[in-house]
């Protein structure tokens, strides 16, 4: 664990255990440990966190969008001014990834992170999704406590998040400095005083939905300056609505009261929850609950160590909008052996549940039962496996690249090449792996040599389509060329494969060799023709060369 911050338990894959997130500061990654059911935990991260922060400060575990699965953030330390980004940490350069996969750490990012939960297949985990930069809460300064809970009761979880640091030991101006005199001119007494500090304001973000929060930090005033770091919600007064509680350095707690019923009672109903376990686990500590009502589920588990050293109130806190009347509340018991539901419960209240009066939960009932997906697999359709090297275009002649260009394949293209009236599918190729085809016969797809098209190309291909250029009633290949593997820009021609009774003969089309991105046909000027352009990511124009 090393560095270990933050530290949130839920029951990620739904078997009936809780499983652990531990965010770690520093070089250690994050670790997901998914509980094994025999008093062990298994390490899951690699196989269901694509990339995690790299300072990870305090984390959360909670239901961002109502589906009855837990999402995970993490808090790490990006700003959001443009001059304080430059001032303050580097970022990775490309030796770092390089490392980090050689020694076995997973990929990690200064900034924020918004894992969001996928669901399960055949009951398995789908990997996260991670949204941070999408969902707008990214960069939010030297953060540490990030708690969601529905703090406009409008029935979906906002999130809160503190900040600030006495010390910021990553200004660049001061680790110029300090290497500069530290230990010649000048000793700790000296230096110690000149370490710049991070005194900013808390973030509140509003849950907009469709994974989308908005920066309300200004409306709901909380755009003090501080070092806050832990942080918890309660219902202080008891009106509804949930008030804000944060430690700070050097300065007394903030104590935020929630206006929220005061302003429109109407619009904002609430539910509290008071769940009364048997012994010794008196406030039912890693009991599920649902909310239902007729805008659908809201989702909840019972652990109070939130954010960042830190603990909750034990009390469940639902938002419900304009709805005054509850459907249903079940409340799934620790060890998924004994379920309590309520019927049409009125809002505005604090319910009690009692462990003790719940009914028995048989063993075949699962939480909750696989969905049948639209898709499947089916891999045993085609036989192809792709081969090309992990070319670091970074280390050559393109160093400030905003991501890679050298692996961009591998295309395909679908079309009926050999006039059976099927689809039959092209898959580009690069250095390594041929130009490969693929025909339909009997529903399968039969890998075939077709003369001078599934030929080992001088370039890799970045994108092609099927067309039929020359009007003679059967499909042409257009293949454009790009990455960063040749060094000589001449190598980068891009090719019609022009199909003569099922033989495809090689010709450069008419423009410039250059590193492309992409192909697409259309009729632009409606006089019946083929128009093509190429485009090209990294010259950002696009290319006329056919009509």
Same mark, same amino acid.
């Given at each position: 664990?090393?560095?270990?911050?933050?530290?949130?338990?839920?029951d990620v894959?739904?078997?009936?255990?809780?499983?652990i997130?531990?965010?770690?500061?520093?070089?250690?990654n994050?670790?997901?440990?998914?509980?094994?059911?025999n #008093?062990?935990?298994?390490?899951m991260?690699?196989?269901?966190?694509?990339y995690?922060?790299?300072?990870?400060?305090?984390?959360?575990?909670?239901d961002i969008?109502?589906?009855?699965?837990?999402?995970?953030?993490?808090?790490?330390?990006?700003?959001?001014?443009?001059?304080?980004?430059k001032?303050?940490i580097?970022?990775?350069?490309y030796?770092?990834?390089?490392?980090?996969?050689?020694?076995?750490y997973?990929?990690?990012?200064?900034r924020?992170?918004?894992?969001v939960?996928? #669901?399960?297949?055949?009951?398995e985990?789908?990997?996260y999704?991670?949204?941070g930069?999408?969902a707008?809460?990214?960069?939010?300064?030297?953060?540490w406590?990030p708690l969601?809970?529905?703090?406009?009761?409008?029935g979906?979880k906002?999130?809160?998040?503190t900040?600030?640091?006495?010390?910021?030991?990553?200004?660049?101006d001061?680790?110029?400095?300090?290497?500069?005199?530290?230990?010649y001119?000048? #000793?700790?007494?000296?230096?110690?005083?000149?370490?710049?500090?991070?005194?900013?304001?808390?973030y509140?973000?509003e849950?907009?939905?469709?994974?989308?929060?908005?920066?309300?930090?200004? #409306?709901w005033g909380?755009?003090?300056?501080?070092f806050s770091?832990?942080?918890?919600?309660?219902?202080?007064?008891?009106?509804?609505?949930l008030d804000y509680?944060?430690s700070?350095?050097?300065?007394p707690?903030?104590?935020?009261?929630?206006?929220?019923?005061e302003?429109?009672?109407?619009?904002?109903?609430?539910?509290?929850?008071?769940?009364?376990?048997t012994?010794?686990?008196?406030?039912?500590?890693?009991?599920k609950?649902?909310?239902?009502?007729?805008?659908?589920q809201q989702y909840?588990?019972?652990?109070?160590?939130?954010?960042?050293?830190?603990?909750?109130?034990?009390v469940?806190?639902?938002?419900?909008?304009?709805i005054?009347?509850?459907?249903?509340?079940v409340?799934?018991?620790?060890g998924?052996?004994?379920?309590?539901?309520?019927?049409?419960?009125?809002?505005?209240?604090?319910?009690?549940i009692?462990?003790?009066e719940?009914?028995?939960?048989?063993?075949?009932?699962?939480?909750p039962?696989d969905a049948?997906?639209l898709?499947r697999a089916?891999?045993d359709?085609?036989?192809?496996?792709h081969?090309q090297?992990?070319?670091i275009?970074?280390f050559?002649m393109?160093?400030?690249?905003?991501?890679?260009?050298s692996?961009a394949g591998?295309?395909?293209?679908?079309?009926d090449?050999?006039?059976?009236?099927?689809?039959?599918?092209?898959?580009?190729?690069?250095l390594?792996?041929?130009t490969?085809?693929y025909?339909?016969?009997?529903?399968?797809?039969i890998r075939?040599?077709i003369?001078g098209?599934?030929?080992m190309?001088a370039c890799?291909?970045?994108?092609?389509?099927?067309v039929?250029?020359?009007?003679?009633q059967?499909?042409?290949l257009?293949?454009?060329s790009g990455?960063y593997?040749?060094e000589?820009?001449s190598?980068?021609?891009?090719?019609?494969?022009?199909?003569?009774?099922?033989?495809f003969?090689?010709?450069?089309l008419?423009c410039?060799?250059?590193?492309?991105?992409?192909v697409?046909?259309?009729?632009?000027?409606?006089?019946?023709?083929?128009?093509?352009?190429?485009?090209?990511?990294v010259?950002r124009s696009?290319?006329?060369?056919?009509e």
């Open positions: 664990m090393v560095f270990g911050l933050g530290l949130a338990i839920g894959n739904k078997d009936g255990y809780p499983d997130y531990v965010s770690n500061d520093y070089v250690a994050d670790i997901l440990y998914i509980n094994q059911k #008093g062990t935990f298994k390490n991260t690699k196989d269901l966190v694509s995690q922060s790299r300072f990870s400060m305090g984390n959360d575990m909670a969008n109502n589906d009855a699965f837990q999402d995970i953030m993490t808090t790490d330390m990006m700003p959001e001014s443009y001059g304080r980004k001032q303050t580097n970022g990775n350069s030796n770092n990834y390089v490392y980090n996969e050689k020694y076995g997973e990929p990690q990012y200064v924020n992170m918004l894992h939960h996928n #669901g399960l297949t055949n009951g985990m789908i990997p999704s991670e949204i930069q999408m707008g809460i990214f960069q939010t300064e030297w953060s406590s969601f809970a529905d703090y406009d009761n409008d979906d906002d999130l809160l998040v900040n600030g640091f006495p010390k910021d030991l990553t200004d660049k001061f680790t110029n400095y300090k290497a500069q005199v530290y230990g001119l000048v #000793g700790d007494y000296d230096i110690i005083p000149k370490i710049p500090i991070v005194k900013v304001s808390n509140a973000f849950n907009t939905g469709n994974l989308r929060f908005r920066d309300v930090t200004k #409306g909380m755009s003090i300056p501080s770091n832990g942080a918890a919600f309660s219902d202080l007064d008891n009106d509804g609505d509680i944060t700070n350095i050097n300065d707690a903030f104590v935020y009261r929630n206006h929220t019923m302003l429109n009672p109407e619009k904002h109903h609430f539910l509290k929850i008071k769940l009364l376990g012994q010794p686990n008196t406030q039912g500590l890693g009991a609950v649902s909310v239902w009502t007729k805008n659908g909840f588990e019972q652990f109070l160590s939130r954010g960042y050293i830190s603990s909750i109130d034990p469940i806190h639902t938002g419900l909008d304009t005054s009347t509850i459907d249903s509340v409340v799934i018991w620790p998924h052996k004994a379920r309590s539901v309520i019927y049409r419960v009125n809002a505005d209240q604090m319910i009690e009692k462990q003790s719940a009914k028995s939960l048989p063993d075949s009932w699962l939480w039962q049948q997906p898709f089916q891999n359709i085609i036989n192809y496996t081969l090297s992990d070319y275009d970074f050559q393109q160093n400030i690249l905003p991501h890679k260009f692996q591998p295309c395909m293209a679908k079309g090449i050999n006039g059976d009236s099927t689809e039959d599918l092209i898959v580009g190729g690069n390594e792996s041929a490969a085809v025909l339909q016969r009997n529903g399968q797809l075939a040599d003369p098209l599934t030929d190309p890799l291909q970045t994108d092609m389509i099927l039929d250029i020359d009007n003679d059967d499909l042409d257009l293949s454009v990455g593997a040749n000589k820009e190598d980068y021609r891009h090719i019609l494969y022009r199909n003569q009774k099922g033989k003969v090689a010709e450069d008419p410039d060799p250059f590193i492309a991105s992409v697409r046909q259309a009729d632009i000027d409606n006089d019946g023709d083929k128009d093509i352009f190429i485009g090209s990511r010259k696009a290319y006329s060369i056919w």
